[in-house]
């Protein structure tokens, strides 16, 4: 639904709080017996085949046997890639019917599905039949459960209701929720979000980011794309920025959600802070220096990314958009400084063609005129946010100066990002 002025701006009374649901049947903190007489007829695999030890004995109970019923669809071929091949109005099981497929990834494909038996709309996560997928999909399933013994009203990730094994794909159940940060952004044309609405984006986002790093888990890629609105519904408002002007409506006028409340998605690359943590994470963009210069990392390559997510949504564009690490580690300098030399001193044999005599090896190692154009272009930190924020300009490039630190020792935690002024100071709690 859309209204196509608005003479008010709508954060005054914003709704911040989660939307609390009625406590489900298949819930997880339910015991396995609630789960029983979900799965009739359907190809349910054997748990031990997962090759994920730590998930037998809590999920081996959840698979339950019965008489074969009708409306599944015809057996096909998954497609070359492995992936679930369907149409639209099938059975997913006899539960669930396919209504849309609104997303596609590495992983596999989520399809909007009608939920028979609870009589409301899913999202289902259909994964690839491949065993390294599989396995990250289980290991994904054993977070969220976790997750929600200790998120029970589920306001800061996104729920699973369910999960089950079909025709070699697993299937994760979850909460429909609205789009996310990335598409709320595409859609609006890359129009920067208002000040106020980064600040209640920005708090979320860092109470989960603190409550997994509590639970001692890394979510290891945070970016708007896992990030999702709970609603769906928006408004317009005139945009009077010439700048922003849209070619395709012909309109002064840009999207606002209705509601700022996010939920955290994809947990299928977390990891357990006892884990080995030399391999490369995170999507290219949201990268902390120390993955890109194979220093090893921890819970502050979450942070790196909460700080490239905040910039991106006070900018309408992503601020290290680089596919090469030289690169890369050139715009962080333009944007933030030089990496300092204890950091340059300490990187792994892979990246030590990145350094040369004590500093980085730019721009006499790139790889075209174009790249260190690309490099050049960029503003200082706080000229970008300058930019682009009329009022607590000051306070969000300190936050921003925080998160960002090259140092990941020195980099600000969630809870201590939580109590910056940016989000603290009494103007911000006026109604």
């Known amino acids: 639904m859309e209204m196509e002025r608005a003479t008010e701006f709508p954060y005054r009374n914003i709704d911040r709080r ?46 339950v046997k019965g008489p074969t019923q009708k409306g599944s669809p015809p057996w096909r071929d998954d497609d070359k890639d492995g992936h679930y091949v369907f149409e639209l109005g099938e059975n997913l099981t006899s539960r669930y019917k396919i209504l849309r497929k609104i997303g596609e990834g590495t992983f596999g494909q989520v399809l909007e599905c009608w939920d028979r038996e609870v009589k409301e709309m899913v999202a289902i996560k259909v994964v690839r039949s491949i065993k390294k997928y599989r396995e990250a999909a289980m290991i994904e399933i054993d977070v969220l459960q976790l997750l929600g013994r200790y998120d029970r009203n589920g306001s800061r990730c996104v729920q699973i209701r369910n999960w ?9 159940v979850f909460e429909k929720l609205g789009p996310s940060l990335f598409d709320f952004l595409r859609k609006n044309n890359y129009r920067s979000f208002p000040v106020d609405l980064v600040r209640e984006i920005g708090r979320q ?10 639970m001692r888990l890394i979510h290891t ?30 309109s002064f006028f840009k999207r606002l959600p209705k509601s700022s409340v996010i939920k955290v998605i994809d ?22 220096p120390e993955v890109v210069l194979g220093l090893g990392w921890s819970y502050p390559c979450d942070i790196w990314s909460v700080g490239c997510i905040l910039v991106e ?38 990246a030590e063609k990145f350094v040369r005599r004590g500093r980085l090896g730019w721009p006499e190692g790139a790889a075209s005129r ?62």
Request: with cysteine; charged share 25%; aromatic share 10%.
């Open 18 to 63: 989660p939307k609390k649901r009625p406590r489900l049947a298949w819930d997880i903190s339910q015991t396995p017996k609630a789960q029983s007489g979900i799965y009739y007829g359907q190809e349910v695999g054997n748990v031990s085949s997962f090759g994920h030890s730590r998930v037998h004995s809590d999920h081996a109970s959840l698979f």
């Open 370 to 431: 174009e790249s260190i154009k690309a490099v050049l272009k960029l503003p200082r930190l706080q000229n970008l946010v300058m930019q682009h924020v009329d009022h607590s300009a000051g306070d969000l490039i300190d936050l921003m100066q925080g998160l960002l630190r090259y140092d990941p020792s020195a980099r600000m935690t969630a809870h201590e990002a939580l109590r910056h002024p940016f989000f603290t100071r009494e103007h911000h709690r006026r109604s």
């Open 313 to 350: 949504l006070c900018s309408g564009e992503a601020l290290f958009q680089t596919h090469e690490n030289l690169e890369h580690l050139a715009m962080m300098e333009r944007v933030l400084g030089p990496l300092p030399q204890n950091i340059l001193k300490r990187v792994d044999r892979h």
């Open 164 to 172: 089950f094994d079909y025709r070699n794909h697993i299937c994760i």
């Open 221 to 250: 890629d945070l970016k708007p794309e896992n990030i999702l609105f709970v609603s769906p519904d928006y408004i317009k408002i005139p945009d009077y920025k010439v700048s922003s002007w849209s070619p395709k409506d012909g």
């Open 267 to 288: 947990f299928g690359s977390t990891a357990y802070e006892h884990q080995n943590h030399n391999y490369i994470v995170s999507t290219r963009h949201y990268r902390a």
């Open 205 to 214: 986002l860092l109470e989960c980011v603190a409550f997994l790093h509590d």
